[in-house]
């Protein structure tokens, strides 16, 4: 295959890659503190949780 970027393609440069991985692995973290965080809540708050009128 052809590694050659098109004519209409964005090239980003190392220092831009570096910036887009920093700022996906924060956004991962972020997530993964927030499902634990919602997870301990329900843990917390207990059974009474799922048992409840409707």
């Known amino acids: 295959m052809d590694n050659k970027p098109k004519p209409d393609e964005i090239v980003l440069t190392e220092a831009q890659k570096k910036r887009r991985r920093e700022r996906s692995i924060a ?8 499902v634990v965080l919602f997870f301990a809540v329900t843990l917390v708050k207990g059974p009474g949780v799922i ?4």
């Open 27 to 34: 956004i991962a973290c972020a997530l993964g503190i927030l």
């Open 51 to 54: 048992v409840r009128p409707m």
